[in-house]
């Protein structure tokens, strides 16, 4: 992202922040870099929960496998029987265990991880093994973080439009044409860039304007070091 005369890409370790953009620019609007966030694989930890010897684990590592819901109760089916169900939009595995006929837990350790295991379940799974019988409990997985980087850049606008027309931003071989008005601020000329190349849609990158005058490209490939995004503006 750059002048006309010069390139330079997302994905490099140098800090562009003091190179003023599309100087030359008949509209006036010009525009800096911070510094690029470098892109980078995470590790990533698995949430878990322990109840009455069961360790039950994520199968989704990250953030991803926190607070989902684990609630062990006893069985209402007739007749009573050791059974596993789960809600994977509310995050909430329900395990039931049985009773014997004075209303006892005859669900032991054994039976439930085999049960949690053999269930065909996308939210987590059990390990563990006993005799001992199961009670009544509600829990939740903790411990699961992501701490990858995902490679970002904001570009800043600098001056505002001057006069009414289009400035042409080349974003890796792809022309962009954004539209504006005399007198649009450096927030709204950020506005409208970041709305017309999401518009448009830059493969690899969502473009946002979170605040002011950034406008912000982020990889959509996580925690990965990514190729040059080359652009320039004029």
């Known amino acids: 992202m750059c002048d006309e005369s010069r390139s330079h890409g997302v994905g490099s370790s140098e800090n562009w922040s003091k190179i003023r953009l599309g100087e030359n ?4 609007v010009t525009a800096f870099f911070g510094t690029i966030t470098q892109g980078q694989a995470g590790i990533e930890t698995v949430a878990e929960a322990l109840n009455q010897g069961i360790t039950y684990r994520a199968k989704t590592a990250g953030n991803d496998g926190n607070s989902i819901n684990i609630r062990i109760q006893e069985s209402t089916a007739t007749p009573s029987v050791t059974t596993v169900t789960e809600n994977a939009a509310s995050k909430v595995v329900s395990i039931y265990y049985a009773i014997d006929d004075v209303g006892r837990s005859s669900t032991t350790v054994n039976d439930v991880v085999n049960a949690v295991n053999n269930g065909n379940l996308t939210l987590l799974s059990a390990t563990g093994s006993g005799v001992g019988f199961i009670g009544p409990a509600n829990l939740d997985t903790v411990g699961g973080t992501s701490t990858g980087v995902t490679e970002s850049v904001d570009l800043t606008v600098l001056t505002g439009a001057a006069v009414s027309g289009s400035i042409s931003l080349m974003v890796s071989g792809t022309p962009h044409s954004v539209t ?4 649009q601020t450096p927030d709204e000329v950020a506005a409208a860039i970041a709305g017309k190349l999401s518009s448009d849609g830059v493969i690899g990158y969502t473009v946002s304007n979170p605040s002011g005058a950034i406008v912000r490209f982020t990889s ?3 925690n990965t ?7 320039t503006l004029n």
């Open 25 to 28: 620019s008949h509209l006036g």
């Open 180 to 183: 504006l008005s005399a007198g």
């Open 220 to 222: 959509t490939t996580s």
């Open 225 to 231: 070091n990514v190729p040059d995004l080359m652009v």
